[in-house]
């Protein structure tokens, strides 16, 4: 097979959700239809556990089982999926966040019961962000939910979506017949548990057919007419250049855990979801199809065996191939290093590789030379952008527990941080640590792993701060006053840029009103 040809069959994307929407059992049905795993239940250890939620070791445990499915692929039709985990639990949306970056495109899945969540909110706006397609799945239609229409515009209000159904429900709950594929102009009729057989697909291209009455009853027939008439009134038509830009989401129906709407969905996906899609660096765009191997670290894993330091970090093939035993060009360390062992991991078990393409996740081991975001090339000076740090809410000041091991923590705390477990920011005027967080429990896990990794001991003082964001502003008489005005609330992040501490959401709404010049973000990759 052509380079070309590898590439045009790679379809590298992930699942995302508010936790319990079913993210996993979608993911575990996918993998059924793939082949990669034989039975249900396989992916069920990846899940962090609720009951786990205060039980950080717990978790961290299940993250090392993680490690295991951070890529899961499989061959479907012809085409090479790569599915990227994300973790549900809020806690560690950062790294969702990030993940992000690495996909070509995202599925949400949504609980018709729930409707849209914060934490889906809160992924897709980052999605919108990078211009992400996105397909939405509507899941436990076997459930009674929200009404098809009002869901619909919940998507479009709270996400900010433009969508188009391209199945639509008969019913739900008790009533839950089937959907009807708009996109193939199928009835697919529900049997409990993927009980589904090729009688229960039955191709109906007008809804007008009397048959339809036979099969799903009057009434049932009468809705599905009229609610498929307003469905093709109201919304548009389905274009699959707006949806690969980002534009237009497609949308089905269906229920996970009965393996249902779950095919039809895939089917949808092989064909319209993008292959491998241009990335951008500071300096340049690079193309999927140039020859030269291009790639950035977009997650660190730390390896969960204390007896070995080394770590996995995770690059993101964007161009040309990677080559096992090839020298490659560390760009922010100006230093060439190749690598032995480079492996996938898919579902369940692990390889090396000799050649990567784009749109592959490959784990690289690492004793520390990476930090997310660094970039890999075959000697160009890239910079790859879009693997911003996000504005943190949770913070604590960290002061050194142990005298004799400043040293250790030091280095233990850089080195979570370029995991990216955290973020560290420096307060000018007193030089002290604060650490910021997205939930809580990365305090414990920096003070645990501190302990353990590195011998070092930290302890925390609490720090009333609400936000942290990024400054710019090109008025520099009034970036001077503000910077003297604020003297108090103003830190460096690790790479030396400026940030402002607000206590409150009340001080940044008051520091936006009287520095008008001065611009507030969110996330730290601001520049152009
Ligand atoms: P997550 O990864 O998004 O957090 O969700 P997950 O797939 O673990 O699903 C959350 C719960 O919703 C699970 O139940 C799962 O069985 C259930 N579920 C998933 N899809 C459907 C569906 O189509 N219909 C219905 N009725 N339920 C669905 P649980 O009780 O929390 O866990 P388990 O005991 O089933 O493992």
Redesign the pocket.
Known sequence: MSFLQEIEKRRTFGII????????????KLLLFGGAIQTAGAV?SN?IK?SATSDFMEIERQRGISVATSVMGFDYKGVKINILDTP?HKDFAEDTYRTLTAVDSVIV?I?VAKGVEEQTENLVRVCKMRKTPVIVFI?????EGKDGIDLLDEVEQKLGLRVCPLSWPIGMGQRFKGVYNMYEQKLCLFQPHGKQTEEDTIVFEDLEDENLENIIGKAAAEELREESEMVSEVYPEFDAKLYQKGELSPVFF?????N?GVKEMLDCFVQIAPSPMPRFTEERPINPKEDKFTGFIFKIHANMDPKHRDRIAFVRVCSGEFKRNTNYLHVRKNKKIKFSNPTTFMAAKKEVVDVSYPGDIVGLYDSGNFKIGDTLTEGEVLHFKGIPSFSPEQFRIVRNADPLKSKQLYKGLDQLMDEGVAQMFIRSWDNTRIIGTVGALQFEVIQYRLEHEYGAKCSYEPLALNKACWISCEDEAQYEEFLKRRRRDIAKDKDGNIVFLAESAWVLKMAQESFPKVNFHFTSEYKE
Do not use: Y
Request: glycine share 10%; net charge positive.
């Open positions: 959700s508010h936790p319990d929407a079913g993210k996993t059992t979608l993911t575990e069920k899940k609720k549900g899945v609980d899941n436990k239609l076997d459930r269906g229920s996970a855990i009965n249902f």
